[in-house]
Each structure stands twice: as C-alpha cells, then as structure tokens.
C-alpha cells in the first residue's frame, strides 16, 4: 500500500504561480498528477517517471505546469505557472502506473491515489 500526500494548493490570481508536493510513502517508478473540477470528469494534467524521467503533459497545460522529482524525498511536484481561472480545480496526486504508458492520462489505470489539494484561480 501506498500513501499519497498532496500539499501546496491554495488561492491565486490568474497569471500567479502555485507549486504542489506529493509526499509518497513509498517510491513507485510512475507518478502523474490529475485535477477534477466541479461536473467534470478527472482528467491527467502530467506524469512523471522516475526512472529515466519520462515527462507527459495535457496539451492545456504545456508550457505552464512543470512536474520534477526528488527521488530522494519519494517526492514529486506540479509547478504551476501562469494559471488561468480554468485550471481551478481538485489536483490529485496517482502513483503507480498499470499497464502501457499510452494510459497515463486515465484515471482507472493507476493504483494509488492521495486525497488531494484545491486551486482556485480569480480572475
């Protein structure tokens, strides 16, 4: 089993800047991050893989968010720039990636999840 702690949501103005930690209590070579917002379904934002660093990003993202590892802190994070009021959202932490890397952005393909962080962006 693994633990998934998220961390570093909070309040900001569009074209402000948020970075969200995932403390893990156990390294897993696959990490991704994922948001929900209200009526919406769960969508990937971006994964990572520990191993040689692999990064992927949903196309609404690229050039904004930025996921890195510290390998030595089973940490990841999600830096977050120019936010825009749509990226308000729940923002989930996933570990452990089942199956073919083409699935990252699926929720039901990861095994593990932490109980998320909220981002809120004002216009």
């Known amino acids: 089993q693994v633990q998934l702690v998220e961390s570093g949501g909070g309040s900001v103005q569009a074209g402000g800047s948020l970075r969200l930690s995932c403390s893990s209590s156990?390294?897993?070579?696959?990490k991704a991050w994922f948001r929900q917002a209200p009526g919406k379904e769960r969508e990937g934002v971006a994964f990572i893989n520990r191993i040689d660093g692999t990064t992927f990003y949903a196309d609404s993202v690229k050039g904004r968010f930025t996921i890195s590892q510290d390998n030595a802190k089973n940490t990841v994070y999600l830096q977050m720039d120019s936010l825009k009021p749509e990226d308000t959202a729940m923002y989930f932490c996933a570990a452990l990636l089942f199956g073919a890397l083409s699935r990252w952005s699926v929720p039901g393909a990861w095994n593990y999840w932490g109980q998320g962080t909220q981002v809120t962006v004002s216009s």
């Open positions: 156990a390294n897993t070579n696959t």
